[in-house]
Nanobody
Framework: QVQVMESGGGSVQSGGSLRLSCAAS????????MGWFRQAPGKEREGVAV???????NYALSVKGRFTIFRDNAKNTLTLQMNSLKPEDTAMYYC??????????????????WGQGTQVTVSS
């Protein structure tokens, strides 16, 4: 069966770093756009970063220059390196996969496979 599983969340102080990981199985990983999304309490789920199988990336403006997304197609894994974390980065972070050909998408409705999420909390 299809599985998408995040790990690496935790609590960190402002200015700190975290690395989130995602392991995927049950589908042809290299055929999918992969992305990280987040949802803070009382907020809509928003796209953070996406990366296609060729390594093309798109980032939300709020994280550009601080976060880096990368993938390993041989290991079916996805990573989000988060640096210079801010309290406003506090959210549940989700790994997701999409079959879309539009590699730039940061839109949750376009993604069909989702993990359960991993919590990131950034204190001031």
């Amino acid at each position: 069966q299809v599985q998408v599983m995040e790990s690496g969340g935790g609590s960190v102080q402002s200015g700190g770093s975290l690395r989130l990981s995602c392991a995927a199985s049950g589908f042809i990983y290299r055929d999918y756009l992969m992305g990280w999304f987040r949802q803070a309490p009382g907020k809509e789920r928003e796209g953070v970063a996406v990366i296609d199988s060729d390594g093309r990336r798109n980032y939300a403006l709020s994280v550009k220059g601080r976060f880096t997304i990368f993938r390993d197609n041989a290991k079916n894994t996805l990573t989000l390196q988060m640096n210079s974390l801010k309290p406003e980065d506090t959210a549940m972070y989700y790994c997701a996969a999409s079959r879309t050909n539009r590699w730039w998408l940061l839109s949750p409705p376009e993604f069909g496979y989702w993990g359960q999420g991993t919590q990131v909390t950034v204190s001031s």
